[in-house]
């Protein structure tokens, strides 16, 4: 039998309906999170940070102040300033263009645009995404020592108690290849409207799910922590070239070049627990039975200004950021990227999440090894294996200790 969403929707909704009074819950909900948003433009408005920052020098040295500890773990996402040297990313930055030219990825790209429809816009302008998982400063920076101690201090940040014992050991993570963006000024191609990763319509129906949010769904939203790892690696997603199989604690970027407002790249609604507004509202009378506000298996869940619009005013974009700072935020914020770079240089960025050790994860890896080994795309991604026969890419002999151990390759 075919997969049938809506089913799957009116009978979730039927369920949740009956454990609290959910127009209540979502009232309750609702008040106190239009006061958050109040306070987030007021304080944004005024020219002041919301989104925390820390320098990775605090990290490192185990001082990040007990009064940042609170405000990450209040807004839900962080950046760390100076993971790397700025030169190291610039560096980078040079190198993987030269990756890219050399290896004559535009024509190639070209080629393979009628076999995969994610470039069917190519003919009007360069690719600014590239499906490329293994150029040598991918994989440095994912392996880097201070890579290696942030994630630690972010993975940390959790409560990892859970019924089965720890949820994941936050001190040991494992590479997550995703790919780099290259965004060149004027670009229009690449916005992406206000959404979270990691699950849609799976917040309402998968099991896990559902124990994670037990707290919004019964009624007691205050004491819903979402620091809490307890069943975070159990969820089941739908499968999709667009959801990541691999549990990250957190989804972030490192900076290659300087990118800020304006320039094409990240917005964020600054508030960790803003999930309880997206459930409940989605189990609200005028949404229909088998719907929850436009959520669709296998992508992203959106938002909307008709569904959503107590929240939305929240959405505001991070600081100027440097090569070698990083920008981390939790699974259930919201980001967007701009629809046109509007600023005068290349926003670049390597993507690097922070996927720590746990079961689900382990079973990613192994794949993702053998990926590696041949230079084909990470399996979560479109097989596109560009850097099958790419000059300067990295091999095994380019992993540290530690690079190995975080491909599984010990
Ligand atoms: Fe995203």
New binding site residues.
């Given amino acids: 039998m075919d997969f049938d969403p809506a089913r799957f929707i009116t009978a979730a909704k039927a369920e949740l309906r009956k454990k609290t009074d959910v127009k209540s819950a979502f009232a309750k909900c609702r008040d106190a999170t239009r006061r958050e948003v109040e306070a987030i433009r007021k304080t944004h408005d005024a020219g002041q940070t919301v989104i925390p920052e820390i320098a990775y020098e605090a990290v490192r040295n185990g001082v990040v102040s007990d009064k940042d500890l609170a405000n990450i773990r209040k807004r839900g996402c962080v950046i760390v300033r100076g993971v790397f040297d700025p030169s190291q990313a610039r560096d980078w930055n040079a190198e993987i263009g030269e990756y890219i030219d050399q290896n004559d990825y535009f024509t190639r790209a070209k080629e393979k645009a009628g076999l995969d429809k994610y470039f069917s816009d190519l003919s009007d302008g360069r690719p600014q995404i590239f499906g490329l998982y293994w150029s040598r400063p991918q994989v440095m920076a994912r392996q880097a020592e201070s890579m290696a101690v942030t994630k630690r201090f972010l993975n940390r940040l959790y409560d990892i108690d859970a019924p089965m014992g720890p949820e994941f050991d936050p001190d040991n993570d494992y590479a997550y290849a995703d790919r780099t963006r290259r965004r060149q000024p004027g670009d229009t191609t690449l916005g992406?409207s206000p959404?979270?990763?990691s699950g849609s319509y799976e917040r309402w129906c998968d099991p896990a799910y559902q124990a994670i949010y037990a707290p919004i769904f019964n009624g007691a939203l205050e004491t819903f922590d979402p620091w809490k790892a307890a069943y975070r690696t159990q969820t089941r997603e739908f499968a999709s070239p667009a959801v990541a199989s691999m549990f990250r604690t957190f989804?972030g970027w490192t900076a290659l070049t300087s990118q800020g407002p304006g320039d094409g790249s990240l917005s964020l609604i600054p508030l960790a627990n803003s999930i309880g507004y997206f459930l409940l509202r989605a189990l609200q009378d005028d949404v229909a039975e088998d719907d929850l506000c436009g959520a669709q298996p296998g992508r992203?869940l959106g938002t909307s200004p008709e569904w959503h619009a107590d929240i939305l005013d929240g959405l505001i974009s991070i600081p100027t950021v440097h090569p070698g700072d990083t920008v981390w935020w939790l699974p259930d914020v919201i980001?967007s990227v701009a629809n046109e770079h509007l600023g005068q240089d290349y926003a670049n960025v390597i993507y690097i999440g922070s996927s720590p050790v746990c079961t689900k994860n382990a079973a990613y890896v192994g794949k993702q090894a053998k990926a590696f080994m041949s230079g084909k795309s990470a399996p979560d991604f479109a097989a596109e294996d560009y850097e099958v026969d790419f000059e300067g890419r990295a091999t095994i002999d380019d992993l540290t200790e530690l690079g190995r151990a975080q491909m599984g390759l010990t």
């Fill in positions: 992406l959404h979270m990763d989804q992203a980001h």
